[in-house]
């Protein structure tokens, strides 16, 4: 019974839950999902079929359409070669399709104005069915994920990519911010992606720091007794924008185990200008149901992003200790 509890992340039924706030309880769940060889087969499978699900969910959607299937099949059908002949280059091109219109936007931004390792766009189109994501077409880096090889990293080329990643992060902090801007938001000045900030994702953008912390109450104003003294402290401070990669996590770092080269940093759809203590926020806080990153977010992370301990306890504070809903992140837009 305990490889099945184990295998299914099933929950011990001789642990007593039920003293636990529910956002401690769903932490619980992902820690066992993490472990279980099920959930992480499902996972993988979920992101290997993707390409197919949608191309497959576009051929659907046409015939479900009535008047419009003859011709959406036609428009339909070529659409799907076309990204099967893709999946057939992936060893050169990868295809993601992502939330919102600003990734590619905010590769090419960063590409253009520092040394950051990271994937080319060779191009990216709106999707022909889903009015709200990009595809965006991109070179493919071969490389280790960093989450997988951590475990098995020396101490030694453990520094050398911290030191690399302290050099990234420090170029992005470095950019200029544009004349006059205040606005919390993606390079292209539209929402951000960000489920630290909503429960759904997509939110912004904001018109400054004060409008981004309402948000992170729950709307609710900085004199509610909920809030302790150092939520209270954080939230009435004003930190400097600067550019913030948002999901600096290993899993979307790629690195050449051999030589402790970082290959790429992936995943840019949750970047733009926030607040200068945010990163540190999110790297901290947002990493803590994965304990094999203990190490990481503990050790590495202040070595590598500017402290601000503080603010980030304030940020736990609101995540598990105001009592503000069921969910750890705000589920109402400001």
Wanted: charge should be neutral; glycine fraction near 6%; hydrophobic fraction near 40%.
């Amino acid at each position: 019974m305990d490889f099945v509890r184990w295998f299914f992340a099933l929950p011990d039924p001789t642990v007593d839950l039920s003293g636990l706030h529910i956002s401690e309880q769903l932490v619980q769940r992902s820690l066992r999902r993490q472990r279980s060889p099920f959930w992480r087969a499902v996972n993988s499978a979920r992101a290997t079929l993707t390409l197919w699900y949608y191309a497959l969910e576009g051929l659907w959607a046409s015939f479900w359409h009535g008047a419009n299937a003859i011709i959406s099949v036609f428009y339909e059908i070529p659409l799907f070669w076309f990204f099967a002949l893709l999946a057939s280059l992936g060893r050169w091109v990868y295809v993601k399709y992502t939330h919102g219109r600003g990734e590619a936007a905010t590769m090419q931004f960063a590409a253009s104005r520092t040394s950051i390792p990271l994937p080319r766009v060779w191009f990216s189109f709106r999707h022909p069915l889903r009015r709200d994501c990009e595809v965006i077409l991109m070179s493919r880096h071969t490389g280790t994920v960093l989450s997988d090889a951590w475990p098995r990293l020396s101490g030694e080329k453990k520094d050398i990519i911290t030191d690399q990643l302290r050099g990234f992060i420090s170029q992005l902090r470095s950019l200029p911010v544009p004349d006059g801007q205040t606005d919390i938001c993606s390079v292209t000045g539209g929402p951000i992606r960000c489920f630290r900030l909503h429960a759904d994702g997509t939110t912004g953008p904001f018109r400054d720091e004060a409008h981004m912390n309402q948000q992170l109450r729950h709307l609710h104003p900085l004199s509610d007794s909920r809030f302790p003294d150092i939520v209270r402290r954080a939230h009435s401070r004003k930190h400097p924008l600067v550019f913030t990669h948002n999901d600096f996590f290993p899993r979307n770092i790629l690195i050449n185990e051999d030589s402790g080269m970082v290959v790429a940093v992936l995943d840019w759809e949750s970047a733009g200008w926030f607040p200068s203590h945010w990163e540190y926020c999110k790297c901290i806080n947002w990493g803590t149901w994965n304990m094999e990153e203990e190490e990481w977010r503990t050790t590495y992370v202040p070595m590598m992003v500017p402290i601000f301990e503080e603010e980030a306890e304030a940020d736990r504070a609101l995540m598990y200790e105001c009592d503000l809903g069921i969910y750890l992140s705000p589920y109402v837009h400001a």
